[in-house]
């Protein structure tokens, strides 16, 4: 249960990103995470509501983007999704792997609305 | 008018970013440290208490101990002879790069040639949180089981050295050190193995020889 710091970390990456593009509001965050990070979605939404709050991101929908891992062989070149019950590659049996996704945990992209433009009047 | 921002960052990258600073006070000092990593009751305490003892008059040891709420690791290793220091993370579940850097600030690193870091129990969050210890090693024990690896794949592929110890165990406990270690290869090619048990104190001996040996390279940095 390290969700707490983890939604800490989401809120101060996507406040930092709102400022510097000076919007009011934030909408959306999507977040990417991959099977093998360890982060259950429903615990980073029960702190995100309760740490946004009085920030411009209160309110600000979770989307989360799940990523499956994916596993290819280094000796046949296939390409899978490991099961529970191994890790070797199914078809020549190697252990000889590359994980090719699986471990991503990052802020992609924040929905904000922006400040209307100050204009003079006419 | 809304619009969507580009972000793409690291949701941990201000902790990454600490643990380099930590690091770099690791290598200014000429100090090997190490992040100890496992579940509760694989006997991180115990190879830590083990490894204090033996080399003793070789390295000059600090520890630093996260635990919920006790001190009684950090009593243990300052018993066995270390400059110990204790952080109660008060319920949280790993060690970060920022409580790492106020228990540094409790430890004189010129007096020292190793730090080990004993983290908390833990096999899933401690993986995520990097500190700045020049290796991460996990501490697996026979009892856990063989399937460990599968389990927790985040954990294993994290770490450059993995310790199996209470081998001991081996003829009373079912126990697929193939199956075992078929799973670290997998994710962790080349992964450095130690197999020990500090109960028998079989298998310490290249334990202690690898720690030395590092430490010396860290040394000359």
């Known amino acids: 249960m390290h969700e707490l710091a983890v939604t800490e970390s989401i809120l101060e990456i996507a406040l930092r990103h709102a400022h510097a593009q000076k919007a009011s509001r934030i909408l959306e965050m999507h977040l990417v995470i991959g099977e093998w990070s360890s982060i259950v979605d429903d615990s980073v939404q029960f702190y995100w509501d309760i740490i946004s709050e009085n920030t411009i991101a209160h309110g600000a929908k979770l989307c989360f983007r799940r990523l499956p891992a994916v596993l290819q062989c280094r000796q046949c070149g296939h390409t899978y999704h490991p099961d529970s019950r191994t890790l070797l590659c199914p078809q020549c049996h190697s252990k000889h792997i590359t994980v090719l996704q699986g471990e991503e945990f990052y802020l992609e992209a924040i929905e904000v609305e922006n400040e209307p433009e100050f204009t003079s009047p006419a | ?221």
């Open chain 2, 1 to 221: 008018m809304s619009s969507k921002i580009p972000v793409v960052e690291k949701i941990l990258s201000a902790n990454d970013r600490l643990a380099l600073e930590n690091r770099a006070r690791f290598d200014a000092a000429g100090v090997f440290a190490i992040n100890v990593m496992a579940s509760p009751g694989a006997g991180k305490t115990s190879l830590i208490e083990q490894t204090i003892r033996a080399l003793q008059g070789k390295l000059r040891i600090g520890m630093i101990n996260g635990d919920i709420a006790t001190s009684f690791d950090a009593d243990r290793a300052a018993a066995a002879g270390a400059a110990a220091v204790q952080i109660n993370t008060g319920g949280d579940c790993h060690l970060d790069a920022v409580m790492l850097q106020s228990a540094l600030g409790q430890l004189d690193l010129s007096s020292l040639d190793l730090v080990i870091i004993e983290n908390v129990g833990n096999l899933i969050c401690p993986a995520e949180f990097k500190l700045g210890a020049h290796k991460n090693v996990l501490v697996a024990s026979i009892p856990e089981g063989d399937d460990k690896p599968y389990k927790y794949p985040g954990m294993y592929r994290g770490v450059h050295a993995v310790v199996i110890n209470k081998i001991d165990l081996l003829p009373y406990v079912p126990f697929r050190m193939d199956f075992f270690k078929e799973g670290i290869e997998a994710l962790n090619p080349g992964v450095v193995q130690f197999e020990l048990s500090c109960r028998t104190g079989e298998g310490l001996q290249a334990w202690f020889n690898w720690l030395v040996s590092e430490a010396r390279k860290a040394a000359l940095r």
